[in-house]
């Protein structure tokens, strides 16, 4: 079964570091109903980890898995899901994933596996080096203080450069809870760089020379990736540039497709002009520049190349080149990554005197890609930032931190916007130097815990932009009004979701949005335009459940979830439809196993509900519903009084959040009281063991008194 | 048909596609300029009224009233309809800006950067943009067009026609954000 199955490298890995056994399973026999990803990630946490495993302990296990579409030509496919208990959950550790990308998950399927279970602790710091079958326990004493760089070439030098190293940064070593896993220069997984600092691990290195092979017809496989590559857009899947073309009806100047014609990658040697036809598929690498989206048209001049994870023609991490930065702060001149990542050291400022798009931006920026990067420090979603920014203006750090301790930060250059504050934040951080870094580098739930600042301080304030359990929102109501909550209350961490945000920000006329939500979801009442949000609805809680579950499924494949779904496109020809079947396609012909759309969906939503599981027994708490799916106060407030459901504002009403989570709990098939699945869900979806074991536990619906 | 026996109609068709690869729409008059080079007889008195029902027949082909009121044919597979119209009020910046804040406001609906106007297509400068927004100011006809700044200061323009002045602000101070918030 498992050899004459597609797609599937075929096995799953086991290091145990206490006791150095390695051992393999197969994939598909133990694992196909969960697909990969964060499936096997929950499923390994739910058979293996008891509750109440904290997430240092050496009983806590760390899976990266990565899925079917890894290391295919399948676009936009390179993930790799970091599946744990996670530090950074408060009031207490629970399950939580973070994702990579980069060239790490292909690499493991060219070696043959699907994915990589590590458990126990070792005696002495250790790296893993897997190399086809080879698998070996390293010594990493020597590696032990270094950065991540510096781990990353050294092992490369034994291994060959073409293999892909994860490794963790001193942070990672001392245990911060805010520490990364990071490969391919840029590709991190936040949050879980501790648990492997806890286990000893400063590394994964694998250099595989397999391939993935496909069970379906080529041609028709080469016809479906053509067909994809057709329907993609820029970064995000904005399906509309941003700006007005002879190949477009439409345009949006918030798009993150940037790459106009005429525009050079001025740093590139020699430079190098965009010419052509933007629709032009060879050329859809020059679509996205995500220096220029978040810096400014400035950063084109600065500009060498996109880089990104394997078979993706997007590149979303920019390679950047500014000299100056190495001339006045000593670091590398190149830098690369996105999103949050490349705003690292940017954040840190409230106001920068010149702007967000100033060359000092730019050199903020790159100054804490380089020091975060390397020292392996995570920023939960901008979080650190925002935490620092509120802690030092009202008073906070002034209070908590001794006299001495405070007086050494350098905070005039952080009033004046000097990016070389950065150079003693950072580290300070990373290294847990200090009060200040003790506390910092445990996130936000390290603020409630040593410095009895209340989560209520927190999610009354906008400004933090906190959500719950020691983490932010992640595209909620200011995006996408009641779908953006509900998708928001699900998780342990960020929700991470992007499958709604893709959608409502893709660059479509609102209308376009309604008539592709009325094919999709039922209704065009599906999606509101931003801003002017009308009651909850049926239609809005289905497109939240999709969000999710396609989220999962993304996570669980090995697809990028920063551009999929793909409901849109930029093509007049389609009615700027997309095809929201294409990951069941890829699936079917990938594994040979024939699936839909519905049958894709259900297996996503099966690890969906697994997380849920997981999450429920590890808090032992029978009311999901008020105890885990709570929004911030800040939600339902508005800064100049406007009431909910007026035009230009964000604010949600509560009673109508209430109904929101009603009608998200019964398209899930959820008791509407607690939110906890039902044994007729559980059953649904083929989890009638984890069904049997949360009613032996009295946490599913109607179990207690 | 012309002596290289090509046919009439899909002359005309063709003198608009070559326009649309060029990234222009163009009249009926600028077609049978281009018959005439191509050596067909466009000298009858109706060769015009011929010219404009061949060309609103033809089903490969749309047209669009421009800015001097006269049809403006293009092949939309080859030129869009937005960016035609754009190039066809680029002599008139006022028109060019305030159509342009009119068709965002209405169908995104949206207030646009001020700075977009700099940029490629339009390509105006800041004291051209500055000129156009002082003539919409003191014409009547323009006096849905206005302008909301955000909160780091940012300009953007919008129609009052499609968009409320508080629903316009809300929308900039989103749209200036969406690069922190990624
Ligand atoms: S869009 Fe960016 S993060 Fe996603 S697969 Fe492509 S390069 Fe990787």
Not at chain 1, 98 to 111: D, E, I, S, T, V
Not at chain 1, 380 to 401: C, E, F, P, S, V
Not at chain 1, 413 to 419: A, F, L, R, T
Not at chain 2, 53 to 82: E, I, N, Q, V
Request: charged content about 25%.
């Amino acid at each position: 079964m498992a050899s004459a199955t597609g797609g599937f490298a075929g096995k799953v890995l086991r290091v145990d570091l206490s006791t150095g056994a390695v051992s393999t399973e197969s994939t598909v026999e133990r694992y196909l109903d969960v697909l990969g990803g964060t499936g096997i990630g929950y499923r390994v946490l739910w058979d293996e980890v008891p509750a109440g495993t904290g997430a240092f302990d050496p009983a806590n296990k760390i899976v990266f898995a990565t899925g079917v579409l890894a290391g295919t030509g399948v676009p936009c496919n390179g993930r790799t899901a970091v599946t744990t208990i996670f530090p950074t959950c408060w009031p207490k550790p629970l399950v939580g994933s973070g994702h990579m990308g980069g060239q790490f998950a292909a690499k493991l399927k060219y070696a043959g596996y699907d994915a990589l279970i590590v458990e126990g602790k070792a005696d002495r710091p250790v790296w893993i080096s897997i190399r086809n079958s080879q698998v070996q326990i390293r010594d990493a004493r020597g590696l032990w203080g270094e950065g991540i760089r510096r781990a990353t070439l050294e092992i490369s030098r034994e291994m060959g450069g073409e293999c892909a190293v994860a490794a963790i940064g001193q942070a990672g070593e001392k245990l911060a809870p805010m520490a990364i896993v990071a490969n391919s220069v840029s590709h991190s997984a936040g949050g879980v760089g501790g648990v492997m600092g806890s286990k000893n691990l400063k590394a994964v290195a694998v250099q595989g020379d397999g391939a993935v092979r496909l069970a379906g017809d080529k041609g028709e496989w080469e016809r479906l990736v053509k067909f994809h590559l057709s329907i993609l857009g820029g970064n995000n899947q904005h399906v509309v540039p941003s700006f007005p073309t002879p190949q477009s009806e439409y345009y949006n100047p918030g798009s993150r497709w940037v790459g106009e014609p005429g525009r050079r990658w001025g740093a590139a040697e020699p430079p190098v002009e965009i010419t052509g036809n933007i629709r032009d598929l060879n050329r859809i690498a020059y679509r996205t520049n995500s220096a220029a989206f978040y810096l400014g048209a400035n950063a084109w001049q600065y500009t060498v190349r996109g880089n990104g994870c394997t078979g993706c023609p997007i590149r979303c991490h920019t390679i950047v080149k500014v000299p100056s930065v190495a001339a006045k702060y000593g670091v590398g001149e190149m830098g690369q990554n996105t999103c949050a990542g490349l705003l690292f050291g940017r954040g840190f400022f409230r106001k920068l005197a010149a702007g967000d798009k100033s060359h000092t931006s730019l050199e903020a920026c790159m100054l804490g890609m380089h020091l975060a990067d390397d020292l392996g420090l995570w920023c939960n979603y901008g979080q650190l930032q925002r935490d620092l920014i509120k802690l030092y203006y009202d008073g906070t750090l002034k209070a908590k931190l001794g006299a001495k301790e405070y007086d050494s930060i350098p905070w005039d250059k952080y009033e004046s916007g000097d990016p070389a504050f950065l150079l003693d934040m950072i580290p300070r951080i990373a290294n847990r130097q200090g009060e200040l870094g003790a506390v910092l580098s445990q996130g936000t739930a390290g603020l409630f815990t040593a410095w009895s600042i209340t989560e209520r301080d927190w999610s009354q304030d906008k400004e933090t932009a906190y959500w719950k359990m020691g983490h932010p929102k992640h595209h909620a109501n200011e995006d996408d009004g009641q779908c953006g909550v509900i998708i928001n209350t699900q998780y342990n961490r960020d929700a991470q979701c992007h499958s709604h945000v893709n959608f409502v920000r893709n660059g479509l006329p609102l209308a376009v949005q309604k008539r592709l939500a009325a094919e999709t979801w039922g209704s065009p009442e599906a999606v509101d335009a931003v801003g002017d949000y009308t009651p909850a609805n049926v239609y809005k809680a289905r497109r939240a459940k999709w969000a999710l579950i396609r989220k999962e499924l993304h996570d669980s494949l090995g697809l990028c979830n920063w551009m999929g779904p793909w409901v849109a496109s930029p093509l007049k020809e389609r009615d700027y439809g997309g095809d929201d079947s294409l990951e069941s396609k890829f699936f079917s012909l990938a594994t040979g196993l024939k699936t839909n759309r519905e049958e894709l969906d259900r297996m996503g939503e099966r690890i969906f509900v697994l997380h849920r599981a997981l999450t429920q027994r590890d808090m032992g708490e029978p009311d999901l519903r008020s105890r885990h799916d709570t929004v911030p106060d800040w939600v339902f407030k508005d800064a100049n009084g406007a009431a909910p459901f007026s035009k230009g504002t964000t604010r949600m009403d509560r009673e109508d959040i209430a109904k929101a989570m009603d009608l998200f709990y019964e398209v899930m098939d959820w008791d509407r009281a607690t939110g906890a699945p039902t044994m007729e869900a559980y059953a649904r979806l083929g989890l009638q063991d984890v069904g049997r074991r949360m009613q032996a536990l009295k946490l599913t619906p109607g179990t207690r008194g | 048909m012309n002596s290289a026996g090509e046919d009439w109609e899909e002359a005309a068709a063709e003198a608009v596609r070559e326009a649309s690869r060029q990234g222009r729409a163009v009249s009926a008059a600028e077609v049978l300029e281009a018959l005439a080079a191509r050596g067909f007889d466009v000298t009858s008195p109706d060769a015009g009224e011929k010219a404009e029902a061949a060309l609103r027949a033809h089903a490969g082909l749309a047209c669009f009233a421009g800015a001097d009121g006269a049809a403006r044919y293009h092949d939309p597979a080859l030129l869009s309809a937005t960016y035609a119209g754009i190039m066809d009020r680029k002599a008139s910046p006022t028109l060019l800006m305030a159509e342009e804040i009119r068709a965002n406001s209405r169908e995104y609906p949206r207030p646009v950067p001020v700075e977009l106007f700099e940029a490629e297509p339009f390509g105006l400068t800041p004291e051209q943009i500055g000129d156009a927004l002082r003539a919409m100011a003191e014409n009547p006809a323009f006096e849905d067009i206005a302008f909301t700044a955000t909160s780091t200061g940012a300009v953007y323009l919008f129609s009052s026609r499609s968009l409320e002045p508080g629903y316009a602000k809300f929308l900039a101070e989103h749209a200036q954000n969406l690069a922190m918030n990624p």
